[in-house]
């Protein structure tokens, strides 16, 4: 892997704790960020290695310092994974102030904030003339059965192998899925825009993945925590974030703009990259 300093969102458990702790034992510098104090926790014994910040991604004020302390630390951002997220539900019948906030709160940390970080991160990128900017989305984007049906051969337990699935995530999902179908925008015209400094841009659309988030939105959605069942179903924190450093090891000549699928009940390994997505395109 040819990056020095790489920048993680939402690092304190979960997906984000698993790509940092992957990325330490890579010998990356490292600038993680979380609202959770326990995020500091990373620092321990790698001071020297590893900046840590307490800080809410959807303030543009402590993204700002955060960035000016990540290039004043290490002298460069070659990786910035946008993974901070939340979820929650606007159901038809809530009422429409109700489901406007839910919009607002969700569209703030899935949506701007990874907006206003790579907004900051890019002209140190430029500067460099090399980087890459991953964001963090999910399989209700690209789906087992959209864009392209895939067959289910080595799939037999994913939970759509009868019938393609939608893409989308379920009825009280629009506010979610809105905010989280933005970040593929972000990530094309970035990817394209950026592709003559030497800086990639890609999507992980991921599925179902054992995270402290999605256990809390499972016990929200129905009332009742996780079975073990359930959790048996999704996939690792650990085996993503390993997916996720493989893609950035194609250098330099990897794939961009790409949406990287990875589904419950299919093999997690890396896709091919995308013959349309991968494609240059003179932006207007």
């Avoid at 000016?68 to 002298?75: E, I, K, M, N, Q």
């Amino acid at each position: 892997m040819t990056q020095r300093t790489a920048i993680v969102t939402g690092a304190a458990g979960g997906l984000g704790r698993a790509l940092a702790q992957a990325l330490i034992e890579r010998g990356s510098n490292l600038v993680v960020v979380d609202s959770d104090s326990s995020v500091e926790d990373l620092t321990s014994g790698r001071a020297d290695q590893v900046l840590a910040r307490v800080a809410d991604v959807t303030d543009d004020s402590q993204l700002t310092a955060l960035v000016a302390d990540a290039v004043d630390r290490f002298g460069s951002i070659d990786l910035c994974i946008n993974n901070a997220g939340r979820v929650d539900y606007a159901p038809m019948d809530l009422d429409a102030a109700q489901a406007a906030d839910i919009f607002e709160s969700l569209w703030r940390v899935n949506t701007r904030a990874c907006y206003m970080l790579g907004r900051l991160v890019i002209p140190h990128m430029i500067e460099a003339q090399h980087g890459h900017l991953i964001n963090i989305s999910t399989d209700h984007v690209h789906t087992c059965g959209y864009p392209n049906a895939l067959p289910h051969e080595d799939s037999s337990s994913c939970p759509w192998a009868s019938a393609p699935r939608r893409p989308l995530g379920g009825d009280a999902f629009d506010a979610y899925d809105a905010s989280k179908w933005a970040l593929n925008g972000l990530t094309q015209v970035w990817s394209q825009a950026l592709k003559r400094h030497g800086i990639r841009v890609n999507n992980i659309c991921l599925g179902a993945t054992d995270t402290p988030m999605i256990r809390q939105a499972m016990t929200d959605l129905r009332g009742t925590p996780p079975t073990p069942v359930d959790i048996a179903g999704w996939m690792k924190p650990d085996e993503i974030a390993d997916l996720i450093l493989e893609l950035h090891d194609e250098g330099p000549s990897g794939r961009t703009g790409d949406n990287v699928g990875i589904w419950v009940g299919h093999p997690v390994t890396l896709p091919p990259a995308h013959p349309v997505l991968d494609r240059s395109q003179r932006v207007r």
